[in-house]
Every structure is written in C-alpha cells, then in structure tokens.
Nanobody, 126 residues
Framework: QVQLVESGGKLVQAGGSLRLSCAAS????????MGWFRQAPGKEREFVAR????????TYADSVKGRFTISRDNAKNTVYLQMNSLKPVDTAVYYC???????????????????WGQGTQVTVSS
C-alpha cells in the first residue's frame, strides 16, 4: 500500500506559477513511476505528466509541454509538479498517482495507476 498526499494548490492569476507536491508513504517510493493527472468539473480525468522510477524519463501532455515540469526526490519520497505560465484552462483538481508497473493500460490512462492521492485544487483566474 502507498499513501499519497498532494499539497500546494491554490488560487493564482493567469500567467502565474505554482508548485504542487505529492508526499508518499508506505512501500518503497522509488519502486513506482509517478504521474500527475487533473480533472476539471464535468470532464474526465486527464493525464498531465509522468516520471520514471529514477527520474531519468519524463513525459508530458501536449497541453502542458514547455510550461509544466515534473520531478521527484526519492530521498524525500516526494514528486513535484512545477507549473508556469498558468492559464484558466489549467483550473482543475490535480491528483498524483503511483504506477507499480503491474497494472495494464497505457501510461496516460488512469487505470494504469495503482494508488491515488485525494487531490489538490488549482484555480487560475483570468
């Protein structure tokens, strides 16, 4: 079992920046690839970014490429999402998720991930 707790979400103006954090506890953090997803009201949960177990490989949704950066600190059992040049369309609840590698599905789909945090609200005003 892995417990994930996100933090850092808040109200920010368009063009601003935020850094989200996701603290993990339980099983060995570095055994999991980590992802960030987001869900806006009335929409499906969508992939934002993913980072490999070592942190050496990162992948982004086209909508955030060049603006968001995912990183991890395995010594601190934490994954981060640095969000720059925020837009109102980035408004959503942001979730971190852990991928053990044993679940099926493409890495951009929620079903690939075994554990989820409770989410943190990001609101970008125009």
């Amino acid at each position: 079992q892995v417990q994930l707790v996100e933090s850092g979400g808040k109200l920010v103006q368009a063009g601003g920046s935020l850094r989200l954090s996701c603290a993990a506890s339980g099983r060995t953090f570095q055994n999991y690839a980590m992802g960030w997803f987001r869900q806006a009201p009335g929409k499906e949960r969508e992939f934002v970014a993913r980072i490999s177990r070592s942190g050496g490989t990162t992948t982004y949704a086209d909508s955030v490429k060049g603006r968001f950066t995912i990183s991890r600190d395995n010594a601190k059992n934490t994954v981060y999402l640095q969000m720059n040049s925020l837009k109102p369309v980035d408004t959503a609840v942001y979730y971190c998720a852990a991928d053990s590698g044993f679940s099926i599905g493409d890495y951009v789909t929620p079903r690939r991930y075994d554990y989820w945090g409770q989410g943190t609200q990001v609101t970008v005003s125009s």
